[in-house]
Structures are given as C-alpha cells and as structure tokens.
Nanobody, 115 residues
C-alpha cells in the first residue's frame, strides 16, 4: 500500500520558518521525482518545488531564494525548508511522487502565516 505522509505544517509569524516532511512507503522511492504543491482557499493547486530522482531541483518564482527542497533516499523522505515566510504562503501543502504516468499524493499539511 502506497502512503505519502505529510507533516510539519503549523502557524508561524511572517518572517518565520517551517520545515515540511513527506515520508513515503510502498514505493521504490529512489526512482520517483518528488514535489511539493500548495493550494490556498479559492485557488488552484500550484507547484512549489520539485526534486528529481537524481537530485536536480526547481522552484516556482514565489519560492526561489526562500524555500529549499531536499530528499533523503535512505529514509524515503522529502523535505521542504521554508524561510522568510509571508502571509501569501498560507495554504495546504501537498507532497507528490511521480514516475512516468504514475503519481501519488500526500494528505496535505496546513501552513498558516500570520502578519
């Protein structure tokens, strides 16, 4: 059974930091490209950052310079370090695992940034 378990969200003041984690099970983690997406109320889900199976990273413009995605294959876990958080970063953050046509999603973790 495949599971992606997202954690690490919470309430933080603007300028603060959070580290999200996504623990995977039931998949051959090392071959999957991993990503973080977010969805704010009334908005579509949007890509935040991705990391490929070989460790290459990419970021949405809104995340560049503030967020860092990383993965620890031995623990089957992907992280999103978020610094200098802004109120507009408030959203539910979802982990995604993708390999060819196959993809899986985490359950999401709420991030709320107060001004």
């Amino acid at each position: 059974q495949v599971q992606l378990v997202d954690s690490g969200g919470g309430l933080v003041q603007a300028g603060g930091s959070l580290r999200l984690s996504c623990a995977a099970s039931g998949i051959t983690f090392i071959i999957y490209n991993m990503g973080w997406y977010r969805q704010a109320p009334g908005s579509q889900r949007e890509l935040v950052a991705t990391i490929t199976s070989d460790g290459s990273t990419s970021y949405a413009d809104s995340a560049k310079g503030r967020f860092t995605i990383s993965r620890e294959n031995a623990k089957k876990t992907v992280y999103l370090q978020m610094n200098s958080l802004k109120p507009e970063d408030t959203a539910v953050y979802y982990c995604n695992a993708a390999w060819k046509e196959v993809e899986f999603w985490g359950q999401g973790t709420q991030v709320t940034v107060s001004s």
